[in-house]
């Protein structure tokens, strides 16, 4: 009787309702018994949780020192970082996790990898030196609310390369093997080179080399593009893409992006179009990291499950090969001798391609310190799962993709921070007036903070030549080009000036505009919203009766 009620009983097939969820049970049932049953671990990667999942989009950002790598982010954001320092020397000296947070701090590496909610716990085994070099800075920012932002230690060139990779070795922790663990984690790598630093030193050259594998992720920005004038600029670009051919040994060309990202007046306008054009194309790839996160998380783990396959087969052709009894030390170092050779066997042998293949010299180099003995022979039905999950379960969730990528599509992607800007007024053609914003009522009998230049204002003012008291965007935006403030800032100034939100400026909305670009060139952040104290007096009265 109860063998009959034994086999009625039928299993309840899981209900999978986002991709994300897929992709965890999928991990949890096939590959992760795998990766523990041939200790893949132990030679790559630490195993996934909810969390790396879970997690939004993030992005890593690499360069050599000065090259303006924490300067881009907070153009980015619009926002000081806690805890950073901007300077011409090596100022960032520990990874930085810039989230998400309602209120601004700094948390210390080791206690961000006890934190269940961040994708930082596998972190641990880097050790303490690492650990009091990783800090994670959260603040209140709308971009945040979408992606997270990696900055790195610049690394060194020359002279100081060498004598800090001395120093680095000391401190014992491994600066690529971190980078490697970022990297195949991120949804965004963006290398920074300056265009008065393009040498790529050792150091750098071996950072790169931690990036194989994830050059699909991978974006060049040759910055500071603005100290150079045209034909210097077109002889930097050739120099940067013969030096990055050389480092990636690839036919294929990355993108590289030039421009100068930060808030400060160009230096030399001569490209000022060119820079707005790659800062679009730029600032368009990371709005869609959003939509694109779940294909992403698709792509890696499908990547990484072909390395377990691979690792797996590595691993019991070197058991078999092992003797039972005598010799078995001379065995190993000729089987760790011999690695290419067995690649290149169980290449043919499976029909697997040589891309899978984990790099053969830094195989060779764990293989050292590992006893032969212990490895596992292949177990038919854990191979079995791995592959019924690259050939029919991977392609179950495609469906699932789609739809989502479908609703994704109506989302705007990253909001807020310089990605406002660049949609604002008249610096943006295809949406010439803008976002309103919802602005609080405000007190209408607080002074006016730009009455006092406000004569100054009116002179520049009425030599445009306004119609009918009120200047054009097209004229407005020729005046305001002439700052050589990077378009992101100067949207976001059409977009506060703009009260009455009609495309164009009055004598007062003007002023207003100019008393920001002013505080803009003092070095100062501009407002997200307008405070009730630079609401021009007519504005407020408006405001007043409309309400």
């Not at 992606?147 to 800090?164: E, F, M, W, Y």
């Not at 100068?260 to 790659?278: C, Q």
């Not at 999950?389 to 392609?395: F, G, H, P, Q, V």
Request: hydrophobic share 35%.
């Amino acid at each position: 009787m109860s063998r009959w009620g034994r086999k009625d009983v039928k299993k309840t097939p899981e209900v999978i309702r986002t991709v994300t969820e897929g992709l965890k049970s999928l991990y949890r049932k096939k590959l992760l018994p795998l990766e523990q049953y041939y200790g893949f671990h132990d030679f790559h990667s630490p195993s996934l949780e909810d969390a790396d999942f879970d997690n939004k989009p993030m992005v890593l950002v690499v360069g050599q020192y000065s090259t303006g790598k924490t300067t881009f982010i907070k153009y980015l954001l619009e926002q000081d970082i806690p805890g950073s320092r901007v300077g011409p020397e090596p100022t960032t000296d520990s990874f930085t996790a810039v989230m998400h947070g309602e209120v601004e701090g700094v948390i210390p590496g080791n206690a961000l990898i006890v934190d269940p909610n961040k994708p930082f716990r596998k972190l641990n085994p880097f050790g303490n030196t690492f650990l009091n070099r990783f800090q994670c800075a959260q603040l209140p920012n709308q971009v945040l609310e979408s992606i997270s932002i990696i900055d790195t230690p610049g690394i060194l060139s020359g002279a100081k390369q060498r004598v800090s990779r001395g120093e680095r070795s000391d401190k014992g922790y491994d600066f690529p093997a971190v980078l490697r663990w970022f990297a195949e984690r991120v949804d965004r790598i963006i290398l920074l080179f300056d265009a008065h630093k393009l040498e790529i030193s050792d150091e750098f050259s071996e950072a790169i080399g931690a990036l194989k594998g994830n050059e699909d992720k991978l974006r060049v920005v040759l910055n500071k593009a603005d100290m150079v004038g045209t034909q210097q600029l077109m002889r930097v670009y050739g120099a940067l893409m013969w030096s990055l051919g050389k480092v990636f040994g690839t036919p294929e060309v990355l993108r590289v992006y030039i421009g100068s990202f930060w808030s400060e007046p160009l230096l030399v306008p001569d490209n000022r179009r060119l820079f707005e054009l790659e800062e679009e194309d730029l600032f368009a790839d990371i709005q869609n990291l959003p939509r694109n996160a779940a294909l992403r998380k698709l792509n890696d783990l499908v990547k990484r499950a072909r390395l377990v396959r691979v690792h797996a087969h590595i691993i019991s052709y070197l058991k078999q090969e092992m003797p039972s009894v005598f010799r078995k030390d001379n065995k190993k170092k000729n089987l760790i001798y011999q690695l290419p050779v067995i690649f290149s066997k169980i290449q043919l042998q499976h029909h697997i391609s040589p891309g899978d293949f984990p790099d053969c010299a830094k195989m060779q180099e764990l293989l050292m310190v590992h006893d032969f003995t212990k490895f596992k022979t292949l177990k038919p039905n854990l191979m079995a799962a791995l592959d019924e999950l690259l050939s029919t379960d991977i392609a179950k969730l495609m469906p699932l993709l789609r739809q989502e990528e479908l609703e994704a599509g109506d989302q705007l992607g990253v909001q807020g921070g310089a990605f406002l800007g660049t949609r604002v007024g008249p610096f943006n053609e295809g949406d010439p007036f803008g976002e309103e914003i919802n602005g609080e009522e405000r007190d209408g009998d607080e002074d006016w903070v730009v009455t006092k230049d406000k004569p100054k204002y009116d002179e520049i003012f009425y030599n445009l030549a306004p119609n009918e008291g009120k200047l054009s965007g097209t004229k407005a935006k020729d005046w305001m080009v002439s700052t050589r403030l990077p378009n992101s800032v100067l949207g976001r100034i059409w977009k506060l000036s703009d009260v009455d939100r009609d495309g164009m400026l009055d004598d007062e909305e003007f002023a207003l505009a100019s008393h920001l670009i002013e505080v803009k060139l003092e070095g100062h952040g501009l407002p997200p919203e307008l405070p009730s104290r630079l609401i021009p007096p007519s504005k407020r009265r408006q405001k007043g009766s409309d309400a």
